[in-house]
Every structure is written in C-alpha cells, then in structure tokens.
C-alpha cells in the first residue's frame, strides 16, 4: 500500500527517506554484519551515532559551548519532574505559565516537588485560545526559573515571540515544535523535548541545558535523574534508547541535506499558511478556534458546523488515506498535525477535500 | 556480509527473524501505510502490539492477576531510583544483597533515597567470584524489601535459587537473565529488567509487581515515577518507547514459536554447557574464576595465562567474526555474553577458535 497522510499528533510521520534508510541497514548495519540495536553502546559504530546526534543539534541550532545537548529516556513527562528537582530547591518558587493541558502537567508536577505559581493563564471557560503578551507575565523577581509550553498540541496555540524574563532563567518545553525553526539557544537556560513530534521516534527526550545553569543544580536526588549525570557521562551513563538516537541523527541529516532549519522554517510555514487559507475562506463552514496570532505552525484545529459532520469529516478523510485527523477527546473538532516529516502534498490533498466535503455539505 | 557472531554484553544480539521482520514492516507496518514509530501510541495498530507485547510476558511466564506488568524507560537504572522512591518510606531500612557491581549501584541509589543495609556480600579482594547461600543472608526482619541482582554481567555470576525471605518482599533485578527460562513470579514483589540482553532494544524496561505490594507504595513522590500511575494507566500514562515495545513482541512471539521458555532453558543450558565443558577441558590454560555453582549461563568470563594473550584472542576472535569478547574495564579478560538470541551455532564457532587458539600458544 501507498504511504497514507500523516496527521498523527505524535508519535508523527517521520521523513521517508529516513525510513527507507533504517530499513535498509536494519539487519546489517553498514557492513559490522549487526543491526545497529545490535551494537554495544561503548563501541565505535555506535559511538559515532550518538556524537553525530548531538553535534547536528548543535549545529543546525547554530550553538556552542555554553550548552550541553542530553540525549534521555523517559519523554517530556519525566522532564517535568526532573526539572524542579534539579532546580526548585526547598524554600525556592518556580513560575509557570500556563498555555494548554501540557504545561498545566508540568505545573502539577512542579508542585509535587516544590512551590510552583501561576505567571500567567490564558485559560477561559476551560479552554485556551491564546498565549500571553509578554504583559500579561506578572513573573516572581525571585523565582527559580519561568516554564513555558511553545507550542501546545491540543488547542492548536504557539509562541510567537520569546518572552523577556530578565535575570530569570527561561525554561522551555518544546516537545511540539523543537527544531521547527532556528531559534536563539542562548535566550534559554533549559529547553526539554519529546522526541516523538519533529525528531524522532517516542522513548527518547532531547535536554539543552546551560552548563553555568547546571552547576546550580542539587546534587542530593538519586544519580540518574540529575542532568548532571548525563552532562558528566556524555549521555552514555547507563544505556541509552540506542535505536530512537540512531533515528534521530538520521532525521537531523535528512535535516541539514534539506537546507537545515531556514528551509524546514519555509516549509512549515508554508503548509501552516496554505491551511489556514482554507480555513479562514470558508468562514460559515470552517472554524479555527484560536486567536490568529496565536495559532501553531505544528498543529492546526478547525471546528465544523456539527459535531456530525466533524465525526462524518474525519470519516471520508481516513477513507482517502488522511490519518490522524481527530481532535484530542479534550477539545473536539479536527486537528492536522502537520510537523516537519509532513510534506506539503499531504496539506494540499487535505485542503482539496476540505473543499471537496464543504461543496458536498455546506 | 554476514551476520557477526555476536557475544556482546548489552545492547545484544536479537533473533534474525524478528529483524527481519522488522526490516519487512519497517515503512509500512502491516498495510497501515506507515512505520509502527509512526502510528500513534492511543490507534488500533499499536495497541494491539502493546497489548500482546504484555500478554506474553504474562503466558511465557505463567502468571494471572496477581502482578503487573510494567513497560517503561529508562532502563534498570532508572528502576535503581524507583524502587526506593515507591517502597522505602522515611523511617524504614532496605536490604541489599551485593553481588557485583549493578547490585553495588542499586545500593548506592536506595542509600541516596532513604537507609539501606548489606545484607551479604561475596566481594573479596574487590571481586566477586560467587552467589551467598541462603545460610549467609543475615536479613533484617523489618526490612522493607530485600533486593537480589539474580545474573551478574560484569562477574558472570548467576543465582540458581530463590531466596527465602519469608515476609519479606523479594525484589530481583534480572536485567541480564530475564527470560532465560522458566521462574516463579509468585516468590517475588517486583522483578525489573532492562530489555536490552534477552528482550528487546535499549531504552525499554519490564517490571513485574505484585499488585498487593504495589497498594503500599508511596503516594508522594512525582506521578511519572509511581508504578501505580504507570499500573492504572496500563503503561500508557505518557507516550512509552513504541518501538522498543514492538521489537519485544516480535521477540515474545518469536520464543513462543520455538517453544516457549522449557526450550529457552534447554537451549541456553547446552550453550553454556559446550562453553563452560572447554573451558574445564584445558585447566592450564583458560581459567573460569568464578566458582562452579555461581557460574552464569549468560556471561561465561574466563581468563587465558597472560594478559597479552587475552589481547591476542580478542584480536583475533574479532577477525573471525566473533565480536564483543573482550571482558569489562573492570574485570579484564574474556567474556563471552550468550543470551537468549545467540545461536548454539556461535558457541561452537568459539569453542573451536579456543581450540585452536589453545594449540599455537599452548
């Protein structure tokens, strides 16, 4: 069968190319007459995996020497309890701000650690349509660090702009659009990603965190959930998900062959552009519900006129090979996902039957 | 090329029809019209992998209701942290049986939560060359658990009875010997293993738990690192490593098809057996230092007279295919990991090298 049309909110589509290259080597990695899940971690095939992954993530992030690239197991879930381990010591406040389901998770677990408080919401009636202008943040001058989701797959919402924290060290959970675009590594003292959206498959979660941050850190947590562990032992600590850094620094090249972040930000802004278009053209039918400026380049929600047309919607579509298109049981409606690895050809066959099913019911 | 005879002690070799079917499926799993990595972890296809990937744990085993099972990341070093964070509440003393260094470590985690005691030890001189007898364990009555490491990598030592603990919780770290034959789940609280030696890739661990145990568990510590969120949640709390979990189905229902864990122990005693049977065959010149009834069947550690000889017979074992010989930095000399994947075929191959080997520098 032919490949379907990717609109997985995560675990995603990841580049073809990649695929077909895992599957080429997959018994017999480059001639060592092993698959690489095969080799041992502290030998020389392996090695110049995981080096080459996180030398493409310094590279293409065009950073240096000021912070460390942790390549570890557990998802942006366990992040959001080693953060404030790490760094929200007793007597110490974390502000949160808080965009989505996502960084509402983070908060809790902030505060099963520690004190944690609200920077800002833009939660209403239980829905957030929006993100904060960098007014809204009324942030703690003592806190230990400020947390902020970039983008937030289930409402379809994105920061836009990289808010102004002061001597405050930035935290950033960018599990949904990490590597989107280029970005200044320098404004964050911490960034923390799943891989499973734009980088790779799921078990594998990327950490670039400030070194001089680092050494802030407590050390009285067990060994492995400090970073500096990781940072210490090059990710090569304990055995690392082998196989997800393997796909990883495949889709990191794919990347860089590609144009690296200038063209993946052009192509994702062209996809972004070409369905919002076709939302916003049908006023009466399609809905986007959320503030424009604050809409993701990731993952894009629309609202039909119905809930039965919207169950009817996802239906033909899944029929004409377009997977994943169902909103999070939280929010209802459609959602594209539509990260990296989705190719515009795949939006463009969306809008064609967005089209399609608009002239058949609308 | 050919496939390598592949003696490595982790991440190890797997069996070539599940890489090959992996290869077959890998960018179109099943006709869905994409990779497993890309399917998301909540649809149809994955779930049904998940699902039987813990069902078989369940009928390779022989066990019902009374555990869980539990598939999570971060490998058996993560599980060194959990343990004592779940079950060794403030006030209460666990017990460690040391036997290597892995159990070393697991101790030095426990003392970093709460308070931990030895309850045996075999190290002498800095190594460890055999399992205690039960009439060694010198176990504290209230202790909240007793923790075991039942195969141990580094020395190549294994256990070849089960503990009595009588009240106690047994809790056994098999990372290195799950699954290589038949056990009885009901005498232990909580088994955990890394994936990467008999089950699967790296970057995915089961854990087995009583769920009785499991009530006792604290409540208190970060939601992501309670094996009750990851028990109630059917280990779909957050996204799991889905890969790692399709290779360990493939590898499930690849030793049920050869007959289940009776023909893994047969198969895996008569390697050993052929390994160990020339070791013993030339005394003066190789020299297994562990003693004969702690002896692993999955890393058979042996020495040869000099030291510039072990150096020869790597070189030229790995010349001759036979990859990962080379005993850990700590130990020095020969070790050859033969877990569940390794085919008889790669016992042999070595048994006739040593021969040889033996002949020119005898």
């Known amino acids: ?23 080429q080597e997959l018994c017999d990695y480059r001639g060592t007459g092993m698959s690489i899940m095969e080799h041992s971690h502290r030998g020389k095939a392996y090695d110049e995996v995981h080096a080459a992954a996180i030398a493409l993530t310094r590279e293409l992030l065009g950073f240096g020497d000021s912070h460390e690239v942790l390549l570890l ?3 942006a879930s366990l992040q959001f309890a080693m953060l404030p381990m790490n760094f929200l010591p007793a007597g110490a406040s974390a502000d949160y701000v808080l965009t989505g389901g996502w960084s509402e998770k983070a908060f809790e677990e902030a505060k099963r650690v520690g004190t944690a408080r609200v920077a800002a919401t833009t939660c209403e009636d239980g829905r957030y349509r929006r993100i904060p202008k960098q007014s809204e943040l009324a942030l703690d001058p003592k806190a230990a660090y400020v947390h902020i989701t970039t983008n937030n797959t289930l409402f379809g919402t994105q920061w836009h702009y990289v808010p102004e924290t002061g001597e405050l060290p930035l935290v950033a ?3 949904s659009d990490f590597l989107w675009k280029p970005i200044d590594v320098s404004r964050y003292a911490l960034i923390y990603a799943g891989a499973q959206k734009n980088v790779g498959p799921s ?4 950490v670039i965190v400030k070194k001089s941050w680092l050494d802030k850190a407590r050390t009285d947590i ?4 400090r970073y500096a562990t990781h940072a210490k032992n090059a990710s090569l600590y304990n055995t690392p998900n082998t196989w997800g850094i393997y796909i990883m620094r495949n889709v990191l090249e794919h990347v860089k062959r590609e144009g690296g972040l200038p063209a993946v930000e052009r192509a994702n802004r062209k996809k972004a552009d070409t369905l919002y278009a076709a939302i916003d053209a049908a006023p009466d039918f399609f809905r986007c519900p959320v503030e424009r400026d604050s809409r993701s380049t990731m993952n894009v929600g629309f609202r039909l006129p119905t809930e039965e047309l919207e169950a009817a919607f996802v239906k033909q579509a899944t029929e004409r090979g377009m997977i ?3 909103g999070h ?4 409606g459609i959602r594209a996902s539509i990260y990296n690895a989705v190719p515009l050809a795949s939006v463009e066959a969306l809008v064609a039957f967005m089209g399609e099913f608009h002239k058949a019911h609308g």
């Open 329 to 332: 049981r939280s929010t209802g």
């Open 173 to 175: 959970d960018m599990s």
């Open 222 to 225: 067990p060994t492995i959930l």
């Open 73 to 75: 197991q557990g998802g």
């Open 203 to 206: 078990g594998l979660a990327v």
């Open 1 to 23: 069968m032919s490949r379907v049309h990717n609109f997985n909110a995560g675990p995603a589509a990841l580049p073809l190319p990649v695929l077909e290259l895992a599957q």
């Open 324 to 326: 994943g298109l169902k």
